[in-house]
Nanobody
Framework: VQLQASGGGLVQPGGSLRLSCAASRRGFKSTAWYRQAPGEQREWVARITAGGDTDYADSVKGRFTISRDISKNAVYLQMSSLKPEDAAKYYC?????????WGQGTLVTVSS
């Protein structure tokens, strides 16, 4: 299983960015986004299940939206009202059974 994350970049506070995660296959139990800032532990951001249910970390609720395009084996993270504390490397994650798969990450910088 390969996961390719893209869409990161530099954005000003209050701005928006959309991350994409392209998977080499479908059929995951769930797909999620995590992030890791320098010196910090990796933290969960958002998840979408095979049934389409979504869930968000409190820190991003109301600002981020996870979605998917099953026909493209892709998952997206629309990020709005970005804050400096959202700056991190964002990783997509997919679960099959009890196995986690990770992409290589895409860097998001939030700065004026």
């Amino acid at each position: 299983v390969q996961l390719q994350a893209s869409g990161g970049g530099l954005v000003q506070p209050g701005g928006s960015l959309r991350l994409s995660c392209a998977a080499s296959r479908r059929g995951f139990k769930s797909t999620a986004w995590y992030r890791q800032a320098p010196g910090e532990q990796r933290e969960w951001v958002a998840r979408i299940t095979a049934g389409g249910d979504t869930d968000y970390a409190d820190s991003v609720k109301g600002r981020f939206t996870i979605s998917r395009d099953i026909s493209k084996n892709a998952v997206y993270l629309q990020m709005s009202s970005l804050k400096p504390e959202d700056a991190a490397k964002y990783y997509c994650n997919a679960v099959i059974g009890s196995t986690n798969f990770w992409g290589q990450g895409t860097l998001v910088t939030v700065s004026s």
